[in-house]
């Protein structure tokens, strides 16, 4: 028993005409952008590397200048301050408070050895032979014979 063929639908084969599907344009589109970001923010973080070395450095070139300038605020303070300027009048100003003795401490002359100290007038030395008088040298130099003899 045959039973009649119903006709089978033609089977739905893709031919392959070598155009790219809409979401191989956007995969590949998506990946291109993907791949230029990741050039640019590797860039970005190479130059950021030495600007970050330099702020580090500023940040502690400006942590030893503030310290520097709170010891030297303070030192103004204290060179300010009556403790200081007893300070100073006692030791360099030789001042004393009334009812106070200054007492200045001399070496003794036993502890002192005195050492002469040689008087040097310096001398002119001599080093060659005395040689004849510049005029007699250039008479010389014109003349064949000797100088006339000068009158005294």
């Known amino acids: 028993m045959n039973q009649p063929s119903r006709p089978q639908p033609p089977a739905q084969i893709k031919k392959r005409t070598g155009q790219f599907s809409g979401v191989q344009v956007m995969f ?3 990946l291109t ?3 230029f970001l990741a050039i640019d923010f590797s860039g970005r973080i190479s130059a950021g590397r030495p600007i970050e070395q330099a702020y580090q450095q500023v940040g502690t070139e400006i942590a030893r200048l503030r310290q520097e300038q709170a010891d030297l ?3 103004r303070d204290y060179v300010r301050s009556d403790a200081y300027v007893s ?3 006692r030791t360099d100003g030789k001042m004393v408070l009334p009812g106070e003795r200054l ?4 070496p003794s002359s036993a502890d002192i050895v005195a050492t002469a100290t040689p008087s040097f007038t310096p001398q002119e030395v001599i080093t060659s032979p005395p040689g004849p008088e510049p005029w007699l040298l250039w008479w010389n130099l014109f003349f064949d014979g000797p100088p006339p003899a000068m009158p005294r």
């Open 28 to 30: 590949a589109a998506i």
């Open 73 to 75: 605020i303070a030192r």
């Open 87 to 89: 300070l100073w009048a």
């Open 33 to 35: 952008i993907g791949l």
């Open 103 to 106: 007492v200045i401490p001399v």
